[in-house]
């Protein structure tokens, strides 16, 4: 059984940076897309990061146009841990943060939503102006 657990959220000021972490286990498929996304009180999920990674070759990864260039997805193997480096931080990134996790790397290259079937609890983050 697949459990994803996020942690690192909190409240910054805009400019400011988080770490978030997802801690994976029960993965069993050799190939897998482990993503971030997030969801706005009144708005729908939304997929912000997605790290796809399939037997010894480089990790693929994969942004919401929004976070380019602000947000990192990257991955710890011997943790199985993913991480979501977020700087310059803006209200707008204002949500619940959520992990999820697929076999496919089709779910990382759209980051939608209904493609996971596996997901975690969620962590908040809040940016204040």
């Known amino acids: 059984q697949v459990q994803l657990v996020e942690s690192g959220g909190g409240a910054v000021q805009t400019g400011g940076s988080l770490t978030l972490s997802c801690a994976a286990s029960?993965?069993?498929?050799?190939?897998?897309?482990i993503a971030w996304f997030r969801q706005a009180p009144g708005k729908e999920r939304e997929g912000v990061a997605g790290?796809?990674?399939?037997?010894?070759?480089?990790?693929?990864?994969y942004y919401h146009r929004s976070v380019k260039g602000r947000f990192t997805i990257s991955q710890d193997n011997a943790n199985d841990a993913v991480y979501l480096q977020m700087n310059g931080l803006k209200p707008e990134d204002t949500a619940m943060y959520y992990c999820?996790?697929?076999?496919?790397?089709?779910?990382?290259?759209?980051?939608?939503?209904?493609?996971?079937?596996?997901w975690g609890q969620g962590t908040q983050v809040a940016v204040s102006s």
């Open positions: 029960g993965i069993t498929y050799s190939r897998k897309c």
């Open positions: 999820a996790a697929d076999r496919r790397e089709n779910s990382c290259t759209t980051l939608v939503p209904w493609y996971f079937p596996d």
């Open positions: 790290l796809y990674t399939h037997a010894d070759s480089t990790p693929q990864t």
